[in-house]
């Protein structure tokens, strides 16, 4: 990330949650990505938020950190290190709340977008680009989802179990925000950097897990639903694959459940 005395603003900021991701995580995507020249045009930079990590994912993230600025990319590499475990959620807010903090006289937001990505590249980096293309196409647009979506020409490969419990979730959590939405759980979403997107990082989630359900009952009950179904853009995703090692069980859904509940009494019901 660029620091204050710079006075061009980095295009976007994505924020990379990290729990004892020390054996699974790979550097060479994301300096791949930095070295890629079709992406020069658009800066994107990465915060890595370790989350309280017991293993050595610290020390990961600061030799990736170092790799990056030895190829000619100092400050693109950023990390933020949380010293106790508050959950992927939290760590997500933390990174995005430090990535929209104003710099400058101007108290500018230091980037014009802000998005989260799961470690383990789930979602592969190309899609960033593509989110970016569509969000910058469409002014109105305020938020990109990506969604899993089996469809011809896509490579989407999903745990059974997981996909259908996921399924039962997915209905369960449009129903309750009376949005059609596909796909509330994919780790790969950007959103336009504005005062909106600071209101609603502005508190702790009260869910751990099913914070996106929550983000987008904050902005149900900041902006209301309409504005919702207008700035959402879900973008079917060209690929996407489990990764073993994923730190949601079988019984975090049934938790996930109990925390729709909450989350529409807390923002939703009237």
């Not at 129903?175 to 950007?190: E, H, M, N, R, V």
């Given at each position: 990330m660029r620091s204050a005395t710079e006075t061009n603003r980095c295009h976007s900021t994505i924020v990379v949650p990290c729990y004892n991701e020390a054996a699974r995580f790979r550097h060479q995507p994301f300096l791949a990505f930095l070295a890629d020249e079709r992406h020069n045009a658009r800066q994107v930079d990465f915060l890595f938020v370790n989350d309280g990590s017991s293993d050595a994912t610290l020390s990961v993230l600061e030799s990736l950190q170092s790799e990056a600025a030895k190829m000619g990319y100092p400050g693109r590499i950023a990390i933020l290190d949380k010293k106790r475990n508050g959950g992927k959620g939290e760590a997500i807010r933390d990174g995005m709340a430090a990535a929209l903090s104003p710099v400058g006289p101007a108290q500018e937001a230091p980037c014009e977008y802000i998005g989260f990505w799961d470690a383990d590249l789930a979602t592969p980096l190309s899609a960033i680009p593509q989110f970016l293309e569509v969000i910058e196409g469409h002014p109105h647009l305020h938020m990109i989802f990506g969604s899993r979506i089996r469809l011809l020409g896509r490579t989407i490969r999903r745990n059974p179990a997981r996909h259908y419990l996921g399924r039962i979730f997915a209905t369960a959590a449009s129903?309750?925000?009376?949005?059609?939405?596909?796909?509330?759980?994919?780790?790969?979403?950007?959103f336009k950097a504005t005062p909106d997107l600071a209101q609603v990082l502005?508190?702790?989630?009260?869910?751990?897990?099913?914070?996106?359900?929550?983000?987008?009952?904050?902005?149900?009950?900041?902006?209301?639903?309409?504005?919702?179904?207008?700035?959402?853009?879900?973008?079917?995703?060209?690929?996407?694959?489990?990764?073993?090692?994923?730190?949601?069980?079988?019984?975090?859904?049934?938790?996930?459940?109990?925390?729709?509940?909450?989350?529409?009494?807390?923002?939703?019901a009237r």
């Open positions: 129903k309750t925000l009376s949005l059609p939405i596909y796909d509330t759980q994919c780790g790969a979403k950007i502005a508190l702790p989630f009260i869910s751990r897990w099913i914070f996106d359900v929550e983000i987008i009952a904050r902005y149900i009950q900041l902006r209301g639903r309409e504005f919702c179904f207008n700035s959402i853009y879900e973008f079917p995703l060209d690929s996407w694959e489990d990764v073993a090692g994923s730190k949601v069980g079988p019984f975090d859904f049934f938790y996930a459940a109990f925390d729709i509940l909450r989350i529409y009494r807390r923002y939703l």
